[in-house]
């Protein structure tokens, strides 16, 4: 485990970014007192920005995930607007019009 002091961490963020990335903890200080930690991403957590936004957003109850039973049946079967036959009758209708 490391500490650092803000003005330091600003100008060599890239270096303590890829500590944390390697699994190191660094500790932030703001006049020798810890205001944070930059670490490695939690044990599950995805690498994409956009999965870490929809797992914090169904953390604070902002959205929930989808039913299983549901994820798996699909979106429900559409309902014909018209039947073919009489869709097939307007098309002619409409073609002998010309």
């Known amino acids: ?18 500590l944390a990335a390697g699994g190191e903890t660094v500790l932030v200080t703001d ?8 670490g490695p991403p939690q044990p599950g957590r995805s690498g994409l920005l956009s999965d870490a ?7 604070e109850g902002w959205i929930s ?14 309902k014909p607007v018209v039947s073919f036959e009489n869709l097939m ?4 209708h409409d073609r002998d019009g010309r």
């Open 89 to 92: 009758r307007n098309l002619q």
């Open 53 to 59: 936004f929809l797992a914090e957003a169904v953390r």
């Open 31 to 38: 006049r020798d007192r810890v205001v944070a930690e930059l």
């Open 1 to 18: 485990m490391r500490a650092v002091g803000l003005k330091v961490l600003k100008n060599r963020l890239s270096e303590y970014v890829r």
């Open 65 to 78: 995930p989808p039913s299983i039973a549901g994820a798996a049946a699909g979106p429900p079967p559409r």
